[in-house]
């Protein structure tokens, strides 16, 4: 059967991708880039991330209320590459609708996004056929993203 949690097929995009070593380095390379990007002038991803930052941090000297808030974050983007790649992990987060309703998410911060999403795989040495497949995978999700 093809259930996520079965060991991976062969040629799966998973596996291609290399495993669990290449899904977690894409993974945290984004982590990564965007907060990197949250740094810099006029940061187009700082908007939508501020809540979590003001959590993980705390706010004027006040105590950090959700200090691991990031790092659930990132095993959470490491399980969904997984599921969606056909690995060994099932996605236990919220649907993408859930995780990004209230944030209003624009197409200028989609575009901004998957920019950092495409140096994260670039930095991986993900294969160019890999990469235009997981892009295609992550692009299904756009509208569910976007907009809400
Ligand atoms: C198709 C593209 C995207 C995918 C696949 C994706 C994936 C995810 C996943 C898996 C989570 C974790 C959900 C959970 O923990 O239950 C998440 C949360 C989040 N995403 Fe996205 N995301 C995408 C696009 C974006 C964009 C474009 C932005 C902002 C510009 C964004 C900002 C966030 C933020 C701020 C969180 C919540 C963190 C928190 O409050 O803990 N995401 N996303």
Redesign the pocket.
């Known amino acids: 059967c093809n259930s996520s949690t079965d060991t991976p097929a062969p040629d799966s995009l998973y596996l291609r991708m290399g495993g669990k070593a290449g899904i977690e380095g894409v993974a945290d390379q984004m982590v990564a880039n965007v907060g990197a990007e949250t740094g810099t002038p006029n940061s187009?991803?700082l908007r939508?991330?501020k809540?979590?930052l003001d959590a993980i941090t705390g706010v004027n000297g006040a105590a950090p209320t959700d200090p691991t808030?990031l790092t659930?974050?990132r095993n959470?983007?490491v399980d969904?590459f997984t599921a969606i790649t056909g690995g060994p992990l099932p996605?236990t987060?919220?649907t993408?609708l859930a995780?990004?309703t209230n944030?209003k998410?624009t197409d200028a911060?989609?575009k901004?996004?998957r920019e950092l999403l495409d140096n994260s795989l670039q930095k991986n040495n993900i294969g160019v056929k890999e990469k235009a497949e997981f892009t295609a995978l992550?692009?299904a999700?756009?509208a569910d993203?976007?907009g809400h």
């Open positions: 187009l991803m939508s991330h809540p979590m808030r659930r974050l959470n983007v969904q996605y987060g919220q993408m995780a990004h944030m998410v911060e989609y901004v996004w992550i692009d999700m756009k993203v976007v």
